[in-house]
T-cell receptor
Framework: DGGITQSPKYLFRKEGQNVTLSCEQN?????MYWYRQDPGQGLRLIYY???????QKGDIAEGYSVSREKKESFPLTVTSAQKNPTAFYLC????????????FGQGTRLTVV | SQQGEEDPQALSIQEGENATMNCSYK?????LQWYRQNSGRGLVHLIL?????REKHSGRLRVTLDTSKKSSSLLITASRAADTASYFC???????????FGTGTRLKVLA
């Protein structure tokens, strides 16, 4: 089945911990994205990557880090520097140039305990 | 913020009625897209309209685009309870790979 997979679905983090959210796609897409969604809100871009070994900050990159070592994978690390990490995180990919259709994973809900 | 806005923020209608939601954006675009999100799930692509198109149809969906007003509308005809979801518009940021999402319209269709 082709698609984009996020894991885990639910994640709990203690204060001061770093956690990593996984995002894998087998769509052969060049571009991948991470968004944050707060309750009742729209999506805000954290980081995006247009090609392997390259990524750019989005609008709310502080407290987050990413890597793009493989075309299929774009993991997001939520660091202890992110003061309010509780949110729903969505990963997406697109492959046909700027402004083409994006495919989304099912999301990871992160809660700080 | 570059974020666009959908209007209304929330909409409640009876099954069988039409639902119209609007989107305004700020930058010049190549395409505008509409997505649907069921509660607690990822987004699903509905329709894409290019900047040189004015109207597009897909099943019960009709999308219009007015680039002079930087606005778009999504019409869902003969709504069903299963259409209950949040709907977002997304624009490309001046031909880059960045998508800019609106704040969403929460649609509730009552059976």
């Amino acid at each position: 089945d082709g698609g984009i997979t996020q894991s885990p679905k639910y994640l709990f983090r203690k204060e001061g911990q770093n956690v990593t959210l996984s995002c894998e796609q087998n769509l052969n897409h060049d571009a991948m994205y991470w968004y944050r969604q707060d309750p009742g809100q729209g999506l805000r871009l954290i980081y995006y990557s247009q090609i392997v070994n390259d990524f750019q900050k989005g609008d709310i990159a502080e407290g987050y880090s990413v890597s793009r070592e493989k075309k299929e994978s774009f993991p997001l690390t939520v660091t202890s520097a992110q003061k309010n990490p509780t949110a729903f995180y969505l990963c997406a990919s697109s492959g046909q140039g700027p402004g083409s259709q994006a495919f989304f994973g099912q999301g990871t809900r992160l809660t700080v305990v | 913020s570059q974020q666009g806005e959908e209007d209304p923020q929330a909409l409640s209608i009876q099954e069988g009625e039409n639902a119209t939601m609007n989107c305004s954006y700020k930058t010049s675009i190549n395409n505008l897209q509409w997505y649907r999100q069921n509660s607690g799930r990822g987004l699903v692509h509905l329709i894409l309209i290019r900047s040189n198109e004015r109207e597009k149809h897909s099943g019960r969906l009709r999308v219009t685009l007015d680039t002079s007003k930087k606005s778009s509308s999504l019409l869902i005809t003969a709504s069903r309870a299963a259409d209950t979801a949040s709907y977002f518009c997304a624009t490309d940021d001046s031909g880059t790979y960045k998508y800019i999402f609106g704040t969403g319209t929460r649609l509730k269709v009552l059976a």
